[in-house]
Structure formats: structure tokens, C-alpha cells
């Protein structure tokens, strides 16, 4: 795991420490979770590309022998 340096006002660290506390978490813990839900590498996230896969494999729909081109696929009616 790699280790990040921010800068941040003291006055709003301070504050963030106190409701983390009251969360029963840690600055740390909170951030850690805030950057994983923004790169999108959380559990959740993982989770949810596990179960899209299994789904496109389980899945029974074929398109069988359609063929598009991309003007059919952009056709404006």
C-alpha cells in the first residue's frame, strides 16, 4: 500500500478527526474508502463486475446471425 501526502487547512482536519471519531473511524479509513470509490477498485465495485461476467456467461440471448452496420445502428427516424 502506498502512503499519500496532502495539505489541508487545520482547522477542517480537526474537524474531520472529530466526526470520523464519532463514526468510529479514522481520516485515514474515510479517505482510504473515498479514493477507492472514486478510482472505482472498491469491494463493491468489484463485486459488481464479478456478477456482470456471470451474468453475460449464464446468459441465454444470442443475436444469432444480425448483422449491423454503424449507419443501422445510428439511423435517426
Known sequence: MSNLTI??????LRRARIRALQ?????????????????GVGPAQSDAVAELIRLSKDSTARRGNAAWTRDDLHERS
Open 23 to 39: 463514526q468510529g473511524s479514522s481520516v485515514n479509513a474515510i479517505l482510504r474508502e473515498l479514493l477507492e470509490a472514486y478510482a
Open 7 to 12: 495539505s489541508v487547512d487545520e482547522e477542517v
